[in-house]
């Protein structure tokens, strides 16, 4: 698993690529923990992760509470089907907003969402 975090408008976008398991999701739960700075949004794009568990999910769940707490804006974006499918499972679907594509969510975010 990869992580590649770039600054595009209001928002920190971070693309993960492969599998989001026991053994990556510590290192993903790092890459994520200061993000986004001061004043910006993040944006987590999985349509490069294909495979998503439970240690995953906890780092998602952990994510979604920070987002809260913190009172930046959070998305989700380009859902395969294993990954939507493990989300919507687990009942995490109403935890986050959801956007088809990296594009749409940022388009959303810069008009003020």
Not at 46 to 62: H, I, K, N
Not at 64 to 79: D, I, N, P, T, Y
Request: no cysteine; glycine share 12%.
């Amino acid at each position: 698993m990869t992580t590649e975090v770039v600054q595009q408008g209001p928002a920190i976008i971070a693309r993960v690529q492969g599998r989001v398991d026991a053994y990556t999701s510590p290192a993903l739960d790092v890459a994520l923990a200061t993000l986004p700075g001061a004043g910006q949004h993040l944006i987590l794009d999985l349509s490069g992760a294909d495979y998503l568990s439970s240690a995953g999910l906890r780092v998602l769940l952990g994510l979604a509470k920070r987002a809260r707490a913190e009172g930046f804006q959070l998305r989700l974006s380009g859902l395969g089907p294993a990954v939507a499918e493990v989300l919507e499972i687990a009942g995490f679907v109403p935890l986050f907003e959801i956007r088809d594509t990296e594009a749409s969510a940022l388009a959303e975010l810069a008009a003020g969402g």
